[in-house]
């Protein structure tokens, strides 16, 4: 660990406790990580700003405004981000964003509101927005390298009979996460509306390098025609056959990924519906990118991913597209 990631785990990790009991406390450490010791105007990006002041005692606002000298638009640390427009206090959005960052598998909105005393409902939107934040750039992703491991899972539902024919979410209300993880890399997770060569293959093509990587996946004839771009080549491993490892021809570290989405949802979660499922699996992708990091780094990098995203109660159904 260099020494500027030291200092930041370290003012992090001391600032964080106090963040979450005091709102004074809280707007400070969020301005802090949004702007560091540079603040700008959230509206039009001037350096010539200034904190707002009681005239009568000389400390800050009970809003904690600052105000443009440019634009002459007054404004908080939470404008511009995931935070804008709402009433929760700062010191609950400081819990809520350790909390999401330092849980391996996450945690509920029940939980959010036992902690801070908030409605169901507010938390459940609270930690919808930091999963917003959480979620990487869908429009242009950096793509994968190396060697890829590729493969589908299906989450939620009940099947409604077993048997030999209740096989890759057949016979269940199921929906398919297919991920993408690069050996000792970073990981790609989407929910695709349905499991296609087509759909897998865009996938693929979106966000992995094919003259740069090599690709392992299962059996599946629906990563045959996609197999044929890559330069490295395409190895597969023959699980109706109970092979699951042929020298470093292996799928089991993007089953690793799998293990702990599906840990996280059924026993963290419990339910979760199929509308807001690719925003559970955008926090699982941020976490797994960031486990090298300390908890105080992933904090500090979810908190500075806030800005510049907007996230509204009646947002129309979406998917993380391709």
């Known amino acids: 660990m260099d020494e500027r990631s ?4 370290s003012e992090v990790l001391r600032d964080l406790p106090a ?3 005091n709102e004074g406390a809280a707007v400070e450490f969020m301005e802090s990580q949004r702007w560091g010791s540079a603040p700008v105007c959230a509206h039009c990006g001037s350096s010539r700003v200034y904190q ?3 005239r009568k005692t000389g400390t800050r606002s009970t809003r904690f405004l600052w105000r443009c000298t440019i634009c002459q ?3 908080t640390v939470k404008v511009g981000t995931v935070m804008e427009d709402s009433a929760i206090p700062l010191r609950h959005w400081c819990y809520a964003f350790w909390a999401a960052c330092a849980s391996k598998k996450g945690v509920s909105a029940l939980q959010i509101r036992r902690m801070t005393g908030l409605s169901y409902r507010s938390a459940l939107f609270l930690m919808h927005r930091i999963r917003f934040a959480l979620a990487g750039d869908p429009v242009t992703p950096a ?7 590729a493969d589908e899972t299906y989450v939620g539902g009940k099947p409604r009979y077993k048997g030999p024919h209740n096989k890759r979410g057949l016979g269940a209300n199921k929906t398919p996460v297919f991920a993408l993880v690069a050996r000792g890399g970073e990981v790609r997770a989407r929910v695709p509306k349905k499991v296609t060569a087509d759909t897998l293959g865009r996938m693929i093509a979106r966000h992995v390098n094919p ?4 690709l392992i996946t299962d059996e599946s004839w629906a990563y045959t025609k996609v197999g044929r771009r890559f330069f490295g080549g395409h190895d597969t491993v023959n699980h109706s056959k109970r092979e699951y490892a042929r020298g470093d021809v292996t799928t089991n570290t993007v089953e690793g990924f799998f293990s702990l989405l599906k840990r996280g949802i059924y026993g963290t979660y419990h339910s979760v519906s199929v509308h807001h499922l690719h925003r559970y699996v955008a926090e699982f992708e941020y976490r797994y990118n960031t486990r090298k990091m300390s908890d105080g780094e992933r904090t500090s990098k979810a908190i500075k991913q806030a800005s510049g995203k907007r996230l509204h109660y009646r947002e129309p159904a979406q998917r993380f597209g391709l």
């Open 6 to 9: 030291a200092k930041v785990k």
């Open 73 to 75: 638009r007054q404004y």
């Open 211 to 214: 003259l740069h990587a090599r």
């Open 19 to 21: 963040a979450c009991s």
């Open 52 to 54: 707002m002041k009681d």
């Open 143 to 149: 793509r994968l390298e190396g060697v890829i491991e």
